[in-house]
């Protein structure tokens, strides 16, 4: 094998360390042996692909329970929508949508369960209520006292890449080098947090595909998955699921007509080395986590053949 095909099998096969995070109900993740699949939860009337869908405790509960008989690993629920140009929830009523919920859920599905918020008062409740981990869409930027509730629950910490806030993020989604500057601002969330006193070990790191990001931005940072986990050495999450960008090759579609697209860019997020894909389709994306972490395997073993 020459230096241009190793390099082509390396692109395809990126390597993936494996982590241990630790959880505060028992157990912890193993990241790294094979993808994880975290399933949305959105409890919100407003989100963009799914907005309205669970209304009502029941209709969550049984969406929920669904997913974790379709084998999803973690469930990600939430109670306000982060879309761009979404209206910010007061923590009252965000907690008031979760709260019922989670309440149910904990010990009765398998699967771990996130609390998708930026608001410390919220992630609070939700972790007294059995949440395991604390899924920040603002990297610490929004309510830093995230960080503090996080050391006391020993939740793990999901710091993902933005900038501004969801009515003016676009503005914000100016790059000359997007790998290059995601990378370092996950890294100065990264020194918040343990500032702060969160352990690094607690830490996973989420690119943020669509937030802040054009299409070709939210391109490259997917494409940027190895590189970003080398430089933070950090396990890796992604949510590329029926977003926007997904119309640079699909074309004019609507949120729930991108499933395959989203297919796709699951099956390239496994081979480019996450450990967690978040995803609202659990039953198809869990088969093609499936399918794309054996080729992996198989890479790695024709790799170490030679």
């Known amino acids: 094998m020459d230096d241009s095909e190793k390099r082509l099998q390396t692109l395809f096969c990126a390597p993936r360390h494996t982590y241990d995070v630790a959880l505060p109900h028992g157990g912890g993740l193993r990241l790294g042996e094979r993808t994880l699949v ?3 939860l959105n409890l919100t009337p407003d989100s ?3 907005g309205g869908r669970f209304q009502g405790p029941q209709a969550a509960i049984a969406a929920a329970e669904a997913m974790d008989a379709a084998a999803v690993d973690i469930i990600d629920v939430g109670g306000e929508s982060t879309r761009p140009g979404a209206d910010p929830l007061t923590a009252d009523e965000e907690i008031a949508r979760v709260v019922p919920v989670i309440r149910r859920l904990a010990g009765r599905v398998r699967a771990h369960l996130s609390i998708d918020t930026y608001k410390a008062d919220v992630a609070r409740v939700a972790l007294a209520e059995g949440v ?4 920040d869409i603002s990297g610490l930027r929004y309510d830093p006292t995230l960080a503090q509730v996080a050391i006391e629950a020993r939740a793990a910490l999901v710091l993902m890449h933005t900038r501004g806030r969801s009515r003016d993020m676009y503005r914000e989604a100016v790059y000359d080098d997007v790998p290059a500057e995601v990378t370092r ?3 100065a969330s990264i020194e ?4 702060a006193g969160v352990a690094r070990s607690q830490i996973i790191v989420d690119p943020g595909i669509g937030f802040a990001k054009r299409p070709e931005h939210s391109l490259a940072a997917l494409a940027a998955v190895p590189r970003i986990a080398a430089a933070l050495d950090r396990p890796v999450l992604v949510g590329p699921s029926r977003k926007s ?4 090759a699909l074309g004019d579609r609507k949120p729930d007509e991108r499933t395959w697209g989203t297919a796709a860019a699951v099956a390239s997020a496994v081979l480019l080395g996450v450990h967690i894909v978040r995803v609202h389709d659990v ?5 093609v986590v499936r399918v794309a ?5 198989a890479l790695e073993a024709t790799s170490n053949e030679q």
């Open 245 to 248: 960008f997904l119309q640079a």
């Open 48 to 50: 963009f692909a799914d």
């Open 132 to 135: 395991s981990i604390v899924n």
């Open 38 to 40: 975290m399933g949305i």
């Open 185 to 187: 601002e996950l890294e």
């Open 293 to 297: 972490d054996k080729v992996r395997e």
């Open 283 to 287: 039953p198809q994306m869990v088969d």
């Open 192 to 195: 918040v947090a343990v500032a």
